[in-house]
């Protein structure tokens, strides 16, 4: 079992930043990949960011790329997303989710890749 715990949520303006940090407790955090995804009112949770177990390997939904940073620190548990020049439709809540698979060589995109998921944290852009 793996338990996932997001902040750093909050309201902000366009253009401005924010990072989001998920705590991982549980599994051994090195061994897994972890993601970012959100969810906006009214839609279907959609795909951010991803990192490999090792950190080696990164992946970025084309909406969020050249904006949005994802790593991790296997020393503390944690992954974390940055995101700058933050735009309205960024608005959503924001999970983080664990792998399955332990040591997998590809980094999964979709939410069907994750069995465990924190509980999200509230991402507001004004304009």
């Known amino acids: 079992q793996v338990q996932l715990v997001e902040s750093g949520g909050g309201l902000v303006q366009a253009g401005g930043s924010l990072r989001l940090s998920c705590a991982a407790s549980?599994?051994?955090?090195?061994?897994?990949?972890m993601g970012w995804f959100r969810q906006a009112p009214g839609k279907e949770r959609e795909f951010v960011a991803a990192?490999?177990?090792?950190?080696?390997?990164?992946n970025y939904a084309d909406s969020v790329k050249g904006r949005f940073t994802i790593a991790r620190d296997n020393a503390k548990n944690t992954v974390y997303l940055q995101m700058n020049s933050l735009k309205p439709e960024d608005t959503a809540v924001y999970y983080c989710a664990a792998d399955r698979v332990t040591y997998r060589v590809v980094v999964v995109t979709t939410t069907r890749g994750y069995d465990y998921w924190g509980q999200g944290t509230q991402v507001t852009v004004s304009s």
């Open positions: 990192i490999s177990w090792s950190g080696r390997s990164t």
């Open positions: 549980g599994r051994a955090f090195s061994s897994y990949a």
